[in-house]
């Protein structure tokens, strides 16, 4: 299977495409997806249902304000790209606007495209990792096969098994991640292993200040409203881990494992945070040090 993506700017520039592009999308997220009123959203949304605050012109009619009017959970979102994906080349510039049965489909195709996008992005990450070259060529087949899933037509990908394909996915990420923290395992000789595997870890609240968290797992770690300033995150396993409200301020996620934008977005940094170059810093974030 022919891979295009053999150098590290290539990657990147593939990355940089994973991520939402909303003047070449036509607010499905606004519209297609659901909500309900909590801390993130000021009222409840069916999806399917346009949100009261999209205009006309596929515009939010509050962007600018969407902190302080109640739907931090707009701000925290990202569709991966797979918005302009499907607006662009899934139906080939049309839009929900044009016809019921459009929009039912796009409705439909959207949640998938974004779970294939969220995977290339996961498998992207996985090829800048030096420390797993002998996964390299696995990696690449499989960002192809799923760059290729994302070209079927609306009727093919609404039946996708992407369960089935996620697994794939995920068993090869285990395996990069295990290689890459290895090297890290090894400096710690003196750690329990135990204490480097925190997999769905219940970390809500928790106070963990300048700790060293070096090459530890936390896979679908809750870090809700957790306590992360000036801490050591390099090469740890953050895949599907909870970040809402997490204080990152001052911490090194500069090459955390499979750290994505919402994840970023959802927690809370300043200036000294250190992130991915494939990440960028949330506008809302404090522009000085905060005071620790």
């Known amino acids: 299977m022919e891979n295009s993506y053999e150098t590290m700017e290539q990657l990147e520039v593939l990355q940089k495409s994973l991520k939402a592009d909303c003047g070449n999308c036509a607010a499905l997220c606004c519209v297609g997806l659901s909500f309900m009123a909590s801390a993130d959203f000021a009222f409840d949304k069916a999806a399917g249902m346009p949100c009261p605050n999209l205009q006309s012109d596929f515009r939010c009619g509050i962007h600018e304000d969407l902190r302080r009017s109640g739907f931090k959970g707009c701000t925290v ?9 499907v607006v662009q080349v899934t139906f080939q510039e049309k839009d929900w606007r044009s016809d019921a049965d459009t929009a039912k489909e796009m409705f439909a195709v959207f949640p998938i495209m974004t779970q294939l996008h969220e995977m290339m992005w996961y498998l992207a990450d996985a090829m800048k990792q030096e420390a797993a070259p002998l996964l390299q060529k ?13 070209s079927l037509e609306p ?3 609404k039946i996708l098994d992407v369960p089935a394909h996620r697994a794939q ?11 890459v923290r290895s090297d890290a395992i090894k400096r710690h000789k003196g750690r329990k292993s135990k204490a480097l595997n925190r997999r769905n870890a219940d970390l809500m609240g928790a106070d963990l200040k300048g700790a060293d968290l070096k090459g530890v797992d ?10 992360l300033r000036q801490t050591d995150m390099r090469t740890t396993d953050v895949i599907g881990a ?5 204080d990152i301020s001052g911490a090194d996620l500069s090459t955390s494992l499979y750290l994505t934008q919402v994840q970023v977005n959802a927690a809370i940094g300043d200036c000294l945070t250190k992130l991915p ?3 960028a810093r949330p506008a809302y974030w404090a522009k000085k040090p905060r005071i620790f």
């Open 155 to 157: 009727e093919k990908l």
């Open 242 to 246: 909870d970040f809402r409200d997490a």
């Open 218 to 227: 936390f896979r679908g770690a809750y870090f809700i409203a957790a306590n």
């Open 277 to 279: 170059s494939s990440i």
């Open 169 to 179: 996915v995920n068993e090869l990420l285990v395996k990069v991640s295990e290689a």
């Open 77 to 85: 979102f990202d569709c991966y790209g797979s918005g302009q994906k």
């Open 138 to 150: 696995e990696l690449a087949d499989l960002l192809s096969k799923t760059e290729q899933l994302t």
